[in-house]
């Protein structure tokens, strides 16, 4: 469906023309206007720091998940407000804006662009298309499969960024084969803007960034364990956590996968599978179709090929720059720690400088040119520039800038002094519990590393029955587009709005927050 071209003046708008339909159309504005008022007897509370940062913190992640404005405005709340109460000065606020972590999602998202560019996306979903044919629910099975794969190995992130834009290919063969509608007919709030994407292409999108969450718990080689690790005391080890994590991880896929089949794929019936039954008649000829369009698409240009091979590279330099199980060549420079935007960036930037161009490469790979022209890079900054979810990014970096505002305002400490005493020799229910719960209502705000960075360290203080289910309640990344770097980049390439992810993440938090804190209960003394 093609987007409505829209300019500023064109007005008036459609919602205006039609005053009844204030409460469908205007009840955001009332909101804004609602919501921090209704909260603002928070502001009495004591102590002052601690209750004006939740204060900020609950309106300004309602804003978000009501879609109550722009994403890319809400998401510089914080940078205004946290100064203005008084909890932390504009400079530090503005580097948590932009971590370590979130330079690498550029990175990851740059190097999607660059598939679609090159059309590698599309060769890799022909791929797919040949063992899974036209059925969505086999398409699920296979993306739950590869992505776990390539996160247990390299990187969530990257993995979750890398499967998006086959399985976009993948459902654009779909739609334009007539199997699978991939753009729904709701029309868009804002005027102008890329149409929502039907169920059963939500629960193919969501089946990325989900189980790249699950896959970061069973790896050795991947974060938040690392970190958990390192900042844990004792010796307690990576390995040890994936222990408590295994089960709780590979039961929470089997029911991730159908839950996402129940609730966006019809596998139960209900209205969704009415409409996919609706498209059976063009499975018949969407094999024929799909040979047609990869015989079009020809043989592998030296874009595509230029592009698989620094992706490869990518992928080895992220796999091998820490990976715990032996020493990665991050340990060659003593004293230095080079995060995961060296590797990342660092091979981003060949992206810009290595030409795409038969003529610069001729005498690297022997195949005559398809057409001779100009020396273009593998990717440029205008197909950058279009396709990068900007607003979704500047959201994530207010994710990690609540975890900064959280350590600085007190409020981590005032959780532990509060805390009844914990002498680490048994079992102190409640604070287990509490543990379970803070850690999942924090993993939800704002991504599992950066919590165990900055806000671990402190909730250790709190004795073992805490600080434990704490951490392993990290893994519980499911009901946000915040949540995890990989869930960023799924919503915004995809645009899928917060409520979707509560909607489709419920089920799984809450059959994770359940198992994981059995699981830490059962093993705690195993692994302390």
Known sequence: MATQDYKPGDIPLEEQDDRRLFCKYHYKGVLLLLIPILFAPMLIGTPVLVFRFMYLTICFYLIYILNLMARGAAAFIYMVFIPVAGIAASKPLSVSYYTDLIFFVYAAIFMGIMMDSSRLSERIAF????????????????????????????????????????????????????????????????????????????????????????????????????????????????????????????????????????????????????????????????????????????????????????ILVMFVLVATRKPRIFNGWDSLSDGTESGLSVPGIGVAILFFAIPANYLFCRYYVCRQPEKEGTANSLLGWKAVNNNTPWGDIFMLGAAFSCVFCANASGFNKFVVDNLPSDDNKELKMMNFLNGALLGTLMTTLSPATTVAKLTLPTMIKGGNSFSLPFATALHNQFLLPVSTPGNTIVAGWGNIRPFQFLMGGSVLALFMFITVAGFTALLKGTVL
């Open 127 to 310: 791929f797919a298309i040949s063992l899974v044919g036209g059925s969505i629910k086999f398409l699920q099975i296979f993306m739950t499969i590869a992505v776990l794969i390539l996160s247990i190995l390299v990187n969530p992130t990257i993995s979750a960024a890398f499967w998006m834009k086959v399985s976009q290919a993948v459902i654009a063969e779909y739609d334009n084969a007539g199997v699978v509608k991939g753009d729904s007919e709701e029309k868009p709030y804002e005027v102008g803007s890329k149409p929502y994407p039907t169920r059963p292409v939500i629960g193919i999108f969501l089946t990325c960034c989900y189980t790249a969450s699950f896959a970061s718990s069973l790896s050795p080689v991947v974060n938040p364990n690392g970190v958990i690790s390192d900042v844990f005391p004792g010796d307690f080890t990576v390995m040890e956590m994936i222990t408590i994590m295994a089960g709780p991880s590979i039961l929470g896929t089997i029911v991730m996968v159908f839950w996402m089949q129940v609730l966006f794929l019809g596998l139960l019936g209900g209205s969704v599978k009415r409409e996919l039954a609706e498209f059976e008649g063009a499975k018949g000829g969407f094999k024929q179709a799909s040979a047609d369009r990869k015989q079009a698409l020809g043989p592998w240009s030296i874009h595509s090929i230029l592009a698989l091979i620094i």
